[in-house]
């Protein structure tokens, strides 16, 4: 088994877990002096890359059991689809999910040349507006922890029901550590969370090593 990446030219209707042939052959990656982005590919254990069409793709076999995220998400999506215009829809499904692919290149680009495309990259801002909503009602004299709590629920629900960025998974484990310990009555240490937190995270996702907003 091996892991590759094929960039689509073209709009599509795949879903995760889709058995699908490509009618193209792909390059292999191996470490190149100069190339640094073949290097990155290949650092994240990605062996192959390619381009295709939308015609050089053939769905062999639909994937048919559907997750209750996907169900959630879809109801979701549907929603917002309907009381939004397409392009507005289409902008927050993926500030939502942190998956660019909903939104136009033009799009994209206008986001790039403002400087505000990292807006679209779910990661720790997302989770500091999710778990700040619970936080509203101390103002009526609620609970912190049990506040706290619910705020740690929702955020690993909202982990669960996007498309799981490596950069919202790194910012949903620093945030359940914080908030644990603050629940649990643990002194609050930042350096052993951010240990804990690398730990875990390279444990799941040992390519990250080589990312540089996991090193930051």
């Known amino acids: 088994t091996a892991k590759g990446q094929v960039i689509i030219n073209g709009r599509n209707n795949f879903s995760c877990g889709d058995i699908i042939v490509f009618h193209r052959v792909l390059d292999k990656n191996s470490p190149e002096p100069d190339n640094n982005f073949v290097n990155a590919l290949f650092q994240k254990g990605v062996h192959y890359r390619g381009f295709a069409e939308i015609d050089d793709i053939t769905v062999i076999k639909k994937y048919e059991e559907i997750l209750l995220r996907d ?58 507006i999710v778990a700040a909503v619970p936080l509203l009602f101390l103002m009526f004299g609620v609970n912190r922890k049990i506040l706290m709590t619910v705020s740690l629920f929702l955020v690993i629900s909202y982990l669960l029901f996007t498309e799981m960025p490596v950069s919202l998974i790194r910012a949903t484990v620093m945030f359940s550590l914080v908030y644990l310990q603050v629940i649990l009555n643990r002194e609050l240490n930042a350096l052993n969370s951010l240990f804990i937190a690398g730990t875990l995270i390279l444990l799941l996702l040992p390519w990250e090593i080589y990312n540089a907003g996991f090193l930051l």
């Open 71 to 128: 169900r959630i998400r879809q109801v979701l999506f549907d929603r917002i689809e309907t009381v939004f215009p397409a392009r507005c829809a289409d902008i927050i499904k993926a500030l939502y999910s942190g998956n660019r692919s909903y939104i136009s290149s033009k799009v994209s680009a206008g986001f790039r040349e403002t400087g505000i495309l990292h807006v679209l990259a779910a990661s720790g801002l997302h989770v500091g």
